[in-house]
């Protein structure tokens, strides 16, 4: 009896050991940090073209924070702008553009953006999607509406950037 109790203790260490390596720390669709930085640099292409310092946001799935990046002289307040469009665009599955037009007076999401402790409802926030799958949103602040979405977009845009590298 004395022999069996440390081997089968070993044999329970051993198969909780295999079993924990199985397990996949990453939710299905969360883009990789490699893909996360193509969206970013993709986004500072066209942040850059236009001239204007900005925040740029990605956040993955589950509407966490995956890579942020503060262009120099860009607002402070527009840290978490850009955060807030994109968790926004994840929470929604939508643009921000899209939920700032249901969230008119008089529409159906009315009041919307003082839900989920804050909602950015303007344009600046788009989905990432990967072969259909949403993995993830980028928010963008620090121009004009206009400029904010022109970056997201473009950032959204990363499945080509991938083809292309």
Known sequence: MRRILPLALMFLLLA?????????????GDPPLAETRKV????????????VPMNIAVVDAGGNLKAFMRQDDAFLGSIDVATQK??????????TAQLD????????????EVTNDGLAIFGGGELLVKDGLIV??????????????????????????????
């Not at 949103?137 to 970056?151: K, L, P």
């Open 40 to 51: 970013l640099k993709t986004a500072v292409i066209k942040v850059e073209a236009q001239g």
């Open 86 to 95: 994109a968790r926004t665009a994840r929470f929604f599955n939508m643009s």
């Open 136 to 165: 993830g949103a980028i928010g963008v602040s620090g121009g004009s509406v206009t400029e904010d979405t022109n970056v997201t977009k473009t950032g959204a845009a990363f499945e080509s950037v991938k083809k292309n590298e």
């Open 101 to 112: 037009a249901a969230s008119q007076p008089g529409k159906e999401l009315y009041d919307i």
């Open 16 to 28: 909780a050991t295999v079993q924990a390596a199985e397990v996949k720390k990453q939710l299905p």
